[in-house]
C-alpha cells in the first residue's frame, strides 16, 4: 500500500463517516469528531491487517478503540455516546462480503457462498466483541471518575 | 384536582414522552431508563419504578397517581432528537428550566423534525457510496458512477419510506433499484464492475443503529430488546440482500 493510496483510504472514511452521520440526522458538532474516530477505527483495522494480524482481530482492535474513542468524545462534549460510535463503525461493516456471499448464493454456488457467510458471521462477531471489550474499559473508567457519571 | 396530583401527572408524562422519543429515535435502553429516573428524581419523586421495552414503556412514581403506559408505535433514525432530550434533561438537573418548560419543550420538540435539508441528504448519500467503494475495492474509475447510483438509491428508499412508510419494502426496492442501475451502467459503459458498484451504493442502508443498539443493549442486560433489535438488522440486511439478489438472478 502506498502512502497516496492510504491518504484516499483515509480521506474517504472521514468522508464517509461525516456522510453517513448526516443521513441519520447526527447535531452538527459532533460530525466532526465522529468523522476522525471512524478514521481512528478504520486506521488501526487496515494497519492490523497489513502486519499480518488477520482481519478478525483487525476489526476487534478497530472496535475496541472506537468504543473507547467515542466514550472519550461523549465525555468532553457532553452528548450521547451513539452519537459517535454509529457512524463510526460504518466503515468496519463487511459489505463486500456480505455481498459476495448474497450474490454466490443467488447464483446457486453454495460453498463460495458459504465461505463468505463465515467471514461476514466471524467480522460481525469481531466487532460485537471488541465493543464489549471497549464496555469493560469505559466501566473501570466510570468507576474512577464517579462524577462525572452523567453520559 | 389536588397541586399534588398535578404535579405527579406532570413528572410523569415528561418522563415518558422523553422516553418515547428517545427509543423512537434509536436510543439505547439503558440511557432511556437512566434518563427518565433522573427526570423523576430531579423533580422531586422519591422513588420510580420502570419498565422499559423497545415497543413500550410502563412507569410509576410513588404519589397519587398510578402508575402509566406510553406506547412506542414508530421508530426512526434522529440522533438529533436525543442528543436534545439529553441537552434538555441536563439544563433541568441544573434548574435552568422547570418541569412545566421542560413539558412544553419535549410536546414541541415531538412535532418538529429537523432533518438535515433533501438535497444535502442525497449529497452525503453520495459521500458515503462513493469514498466507501473506493476504500473497500480500490476502483478509482468507478467512483463518480457509484456516487450516482448511491445518490439515486437513497432517493428512492427515501420516496417510498415517506409514501409507504414500512422501511424493510423500501430498503428491498432500494437494493433492488440499485442493482438495476448498477447493470445498466456498466451495459452502458459508464463503469467497470457491477459488483464494486452495489457495493457502494448499498452503505448508505446499512442498518447502523439498530446493529450498534443491540450490541449495547444485550451488553446492558436488556434480554429483550437488544435480541428484538438484532432481529431488526438482520431483516434489513435481508431485505437488502434478496433486492440485490433478486436482480443477479435476472442478470
Redo the contacts between chains.
Keep these: 500500500m502506498s502512502v497516496l493510496e492510504f491518504l484516499i483510504e483515509v480521506v474517504g472514511t472521514y468522508v464517509a463517516t461525516i456522510a453517513f452521520g448526516v443521513l441519520i440526522n447526527i447535531p452538527r458538532r459532533a460530525l466532526n469528531v465522529g468523522g476522525w474516530i471512524g478514521v481512528l477505527g478504520y486506521v488501526l483495522y487496515r494497519f492490523t491487517v497489513l502486519w499480518g494480524g488477520g482481519y478478525v482481530i483487525g476489526n476487534l482492535l478497530g472496535a475496541v478503540a472506537i468504543g473507547v474513542a467515542s466514550l472519550q468524545a461523549a465525555k468532553i462534549k457532553r452528548m450521547p455516546m451513539i452519537l459517535f460510535n454509529i457512524p463510526a463503525i460504518v466503515p468496519l461493516v463487511p459489505g463486500g462480503q456480505a455481498y459476495q456471499m448474497i450474490k454466490n448464493f443467488a447464483l446457486g454456488q453454495n460453498a463460495t457462498a458459504f465461505v463468505f457467510l463465515l467471514q461476514v458471521v466471524m467480522i460481525s462477531g469481531a466487532i460485537a466483541f471488541g465493543f464489549l471489550l471497549s464496555e469493560l474499559v469505559n466501566r473501570i473508567q466510570r468507576r474512577f471518575w464517579r462524577h462525572h457519571k452523567r453520559l | 384536582m389536588s397541586s399534588q396530583k398535578k404535579r405527579d401527572q406532570l413528572i410523569l408524562h415528561t418522563a415518558l414522552t422523553a422516553g418515547r422519543i428517545m427509543i423512537e429515535n ?3 435502553i439503558e ?1 432511556v431508563e437512566d434518563t427518565m429516573t ?1 427526570i423523576a428524581h430531579n423533580a422531586g419523586a422519591k422513588t420510580s419504578q420502570l419498565f422499559v421495552m423497545i415497543t413500550g414503556i410502563l412507569m410509576a412514581i410513588n404519589g397519587e397517581v398510578g402508575a402509566q403506559i406510553e406506547p412506542v408505535k414508530r421508530r426512526t ?4 432528537k ?2 436534545v432530550v ?1 441537552d434538555l434533561s ?1 439544563q433541568f ?1 441544573d434548574h435552568k428550566i422547570d418541569l412545566r418548560q421542560f413539558a412544553d419543550q419535549l410536546d414541541h420538540l415531538d412535532s418538529k423534525s ?3 435539508p433533501f438535497w ?2 442525497l ?6 457510496s462513493g ?2 467503494e ?5 476502483n ?1 474509475p468507478d467512483f463518480w458512477i457509484t456516487c450516482v447510483v448511491g445518490m439515486l438509491g ?1 432517493w428512492v428508499y427515501y420516496v417510498l419510506n415517506k409514501y409507504i412508510q414500512i422501511r424493510f419494502l423500501s430498503e428491498f426496492t432500494s437494493a433492488a433499484a440499485i442493482g438495476v442501475m448498477a447493470v445498466v451502467c456498466v451495459h452502458l459503459g459508464l463503469g467497470n464492475s457491477v ?1 464494486d458498484i ?2 457502494g451504493s ?3 442502508l ?1 442498518p ?2 439498530p ?3 443491540s ?2 443493549d444485550i ?1 446492558a442486560g436488556n434480554l429483550v430488546s437488544g435480541p428484538a433489535r438484532g432481529v431488526e438488522a438482520l431483516v434489513s ?1 435481508a431485505a437488502i ?1 434478496f433486492g ?3 436482480v ?2 435476472f442478470l
Design positions: 434509536g436510543s439505547e440511557r433522573r433514525f434522529d440522533l438529533e436525543i442528543a439529553n441536563r438537573a429537523r432533518y438535515f444535502l441528504q449529497l452525503a448519500a453520495a459521500m458515503v469514498p466507501l473506493v476504500v473497500f475495492r480500490h478509482l437513497w459488483d452495489i457495493i448499498v452503505m448508505p446499512v447502523g443503529v446493529i450498534t443498539n450490541v449495547r451488553l440486511a440482500g440485490i439478489a433478486m443477479l438472478q
